[in-house]
């Protein structure tokens, strides 16, 4: 899903960049560019939503998240090549009608995909409804079993409530899901009690990001820290996932590395990786 995901969002700011007004297309070039838009962005929205909820993997198969990449990456192509050939036919000084016969194919691959873009979302719309539906029985079931048995399950995969940050949860997730390699730096400001280590778990622990990124830690630094504690916290979060072992023991095991050593070892454990490193100032 998380593929599926990054390829749209990467075309959606593509299609932003390209309907950008410093761009000169002719009437009919914009509008099936704005048309595609218009089937991206709720797509965008709609994927993101069912890679929230439970057992998404069971209803959106790996044949339908093949072809939304796909669809993605090929529309990309499209714009790509006609941007550069435009470019091309134009210093060439190519004859009107070669421009023209480019333009007529660029609309009908543009048009072919923004179509199956449609039938994607159609798609997604069905399984988002089945999905409904089944939480909704299950709630069902659910709300008839005994109240003093309910007070029994546990609650600790529950996510904090967060109001008024739906937005800025939203614009960090689309910044997360760029596919570009460069380091970010992403910083959350603000005064004390706004909700911003509250807005910093939701993105840590969102299905998304656990999907997308290979290794994820996350680090409270207090006014007086040192650096081998940083390390080490690191190191324990991102090799937590291949291994049961406690922090107390997973410390022990480290104590007779210094601080360089532990550098080059979270150096080595993230190289080449995709991840996440959330520091809290607690």
């Given amino acids: 899903m998380a593929t599926a995901y990054a390829a749209l969002v990467s075309l959606m700011h593509l299609l932003k960049r390209i309907l950008h007004p410093s761009m000169e297309f002719a009437v009919q070039e914009g509008e099936h560019i704005k048309s595609l838009q218009e089937k991206v962005c709720p797509l965008v929205d709609l994927l993101e ?3 929230n909820k439970r057992r998404c993997s069971k209803f959106v198969t790996d044949e339908l998240k093949n072809q939304i990449t796909n669809t993605g990456h090929e529309a990309e192509d499209i714009i790509d ?34 179509e199956t873009m449609h039938l994607i979302n159609q798609k997604l719309i069905e399984i988002e409804k089945k999905m409904d539906v089944q939480k909704h029985d299950h709630q069902h079931i659910t709300s008839s079993l005994d109240d003093a048995l309910l007070r029994q399950v546990p609650r600790r995969d529950k996510l904090d409530v967060m109001v008024g940050f739906e937005d800025h949860l939203d614009q960090m997730m689309r ?12 910083p959350i400001v603000g005064m004390a009690g706004i ?6 778990k ?32 690191l190191l324990y979060d991102v090799q937590m996932i291949h291994s049961n072992e406690k922090k107390q023991e ?23 990786r995709k991840y996440l490193i959330v520091i809290d100032d607690c």
């Fill in 175 to 186: 910044r997360l899901a760029t596919t570009e390699p460069k380091l970010q730096i992403i």
């Fill in 202 to 233: 939701n993105l840590y622990e969102n299905r998304f990001i656990v999907e997308t990124f290979h290794s994820r830690a996350w680090v409270s630094v207090s006014q007086a820290y040192t650096l081998r504690e940083i390390l080490l916290s």
């Fill in 49 to 51: 939503d069912l890679s």
């Fill in 250 to 272: 997973f410390n022990e095991k480290m104590s007779e590395e210094n601080d360089e050593e532990l550098g080059e070892r979270l150096h080595k454990s993230l190289f080449g």
């Fill in 195 to 200: 909700g911003k280590t509250t807005l910093a």
């Fill in 81 to 114: 090549s006609y941007v550069a050939d435009t470019v091309s036919a134009i210093n060439s000084a190519a004859a009107e009608n070669n421009i023209r016969e480019m333009r007529r194919r660029f609309c009908e691959d543009i048009k072919r995909v923004t």
